[in-house]
C-alpha cells in the first residue's frame, strides 16, 4: 500500500513548476545581465492563464532586450550549430528554434520555424536530463543577416491538464552566400495564439504516448522559395519596407561586370547625388566592382512605397547589393539618412564614382 508521504511526493512532483532555459549559444541577459538565472528559466505563460507578472507579448522572447553591443553569436547557413538548454525541473514536452529576420530585433514580432526535438532531449519522452546538449541545422536557404533573432521554444507539461511556455532568445548573425527567399509559414507571435489552446491539443505525455513527429505543435517547420523586391516579406533584400509594386521599372538582378567601375555622375539622366527624380533604375553607367556579386534595384519613394521616374526627386531609384563573398545584402544607395553612416556620405555619392563609393560601403 502507498503510504500517505509517498502520496504527498508525488503530489509535489507533479505539481511543481518545471524550471529550464536555453543556455548556449548566448541567450539575452536578464534585467542586470545574468545569462542564467530563476528569472531567466521561470514560465511566461500556461494554460492555466499568465505567471509571474509576465504579458501576452513575453511569449516572444521574454521580454529581454538585445545586448547593447549586438550579437555575440555567428552562425553559417547550412551548417550545423551547438544548443544546450538546463532543465531544474524537466518536465515532459517538446522544444522548437525558430528565426525572426524582422528590422527591429528589440520587438521582434515575426518568426518562422527552423526546427522541432520531440521530447526535448528526454530518451523516454518523459524525464529530461537537467543538461541537453546537442546541434540543430541553420537552412542552407537562409541569407545573410547582420542582427537576426533565435527563438527556443518548450513546451512543458506540468500537470496533465496544464502546459508552461518557456521562451529564450539568442541575437545571432547570420553568416551566407544565399540569394533573397520567402519562408513559410510566418507566424507574428503574441501570447500563445500559435499554439494549441487547450491541453487536449497536446501529446498526451502521461498517458503513453512519446516524442513522436505527429504529436508536435504550432506552426510547420518553414519551406523557403525564392522571391525579390517585388515579394512582400522577402528576406536578404536588406531593403525589407519597399514596395515596388507600383515602380516604373521592376527591379533587377545587375551582374558586376567590371573591376573599374564607370563614373555615374554624367551617366544618370535627371538623378542629383542622392538618386532622386532618376530616369532609369537601376541608374545607366552603373559599374560595380568585382567583390559586388549583384544588386536588386527599384524606384521607391520616402514613405517606402512604389513609384516612378515621373514623381520627380521624391522617388528614389534604391539598390540593394550582395557582397560576393558573405553574400551581405545589408546597404542601399539612397537617401542620406538610409545609409547608416553620416550625411557627409551626399557629397561622396556626387564626388565618387558609384563602383568607389560601394568600395566604401561594403568593402
Not at 115 to 132: M, T, Y
Not at 234 to 239: D, E, F, K, P
Not at 298 to 327: E, L, M, N, R
Amino acid at each position: 500500500m502507498c503510504s500517505f508521504r509517498a502520496l504527498v511526493s508525488i503530489a509535489a512532483v507533479a505539481l511543481a513548476e518545471g524550471h529550464g532555459q536555453l543556455t548556449v549559444p548566448l541567450v539575452r541577459g536578464d534585467s542586470v545581465g545574468r545569462r542564467e538565472s530563476h528569472e531567466q528559466r521561470a514560465p511566461v505563460y500556461t494554460l492555466d492563464g499568465n505567471r509571474g507578472g509576465y504579458s501576452p507579448t513575453s511569449m516572444r522572447c521574454h521580454d529581454f532586450n538585445p545586448d547593447s553591443d549586438g550579437p555575440q553569436t555567428t552562425l553559417q547557413a547550412g551548417s550545423t550549430f551547438d544548443v544546450t538548454w538546463t532543465m531544474e525541473a524537466g518536465h515532459p514536452g517538446d522544444c522548437y528554434f525558430y528565426v525572426s529576420y524582422d528590422p527591429d530585433p528589440s520587438n521582434a514580432v515575426n518568426f518562422f520555424k527552423i526546427a522541432a526535438i520531440p521530447g526535448c532531449g528526454a530518451p523516454d519522452g518523459l524525464n529530461i536530463p537537467s543538461s541537453v546538449s546537442t546541434s540543430v541545422l541553420l537552412p542552407p536557404e537562409l541569407p545573410a543577416c547582420e542582427h537576426c533573432v533565435l527563438r527556443w521554444e518548450w513546451t512543458g507539461h506540468q500537470q496533465v491538464v496544464n502546459i508552461e511556455f518557456y521562451v529564450q532568445c539568442a541575437d545571432i548573425k547570420i553568416a551566407s552566400s544565399a540569394q533573397p527567399v520567402l519562408p513559410s509559414p510566418v507566424t507574428p507571435i503574441s501570447g500563445i495564439e500559435h499554439l494549441p489552446q487547450g491541453a487536449d491539443g497536446y501529446r498526451k505525455v502521461y498517458n503513453g504516448q512519446g516524442p513522436e513527429e505527429q504529436y508536435l505543435v504550432g506552426p510547420a517547420i518553414a519551406t523557403y522559395s525564392s522571391c525579390d523586391a517585388n515579394t512582400p516579406g522577402c528576406l536578404g533584400l536588406g531593403v525589407a519596407a519597399i514596395s515596388t509594386s507600383n515602380a516604373a521599372a521592376t527591379p533587377t538582378p545587375t551582374t558586376a561586370t567590371t573591376d573599374s567601375p564607370t563614373e555615374s555622375g554624367s551617366v544618370v539622366p535627371g538623378a542629383d547625388s542622392d538618386n532622386s527624380g532618376a530616369d532609369s533604375c537601376p541608374l545607366e553607367g552603373f559599374g560595380l566592382p568585382s567583390f559586388v556579386s549583384q544588386c536588386y534595384c527599384g524606384f521607391v519613394g520616402s514613405d517606402g512605397a512604389g513609384c516612378g521616374p515621373d514623381d520627380g526627386t521624391a522617388c528614389w531609384c534604391k539598390c540593394c547589393c550582395h557582397h560576393a563573398a558573405s553574400g551581405s545584402c545589408r546597404y542601399r544607395m539612397t537617401e542620406m539618412e538610409e545609409l547608416h553612416s553620416s550625411h557627409a556620405v551626399g557629397s561622396l555619392m556626387g564626388a565618387m564614382s558609384m563602383g568607389s563609393m560601394l568600395t566604401v560601403l561594403l568593402a
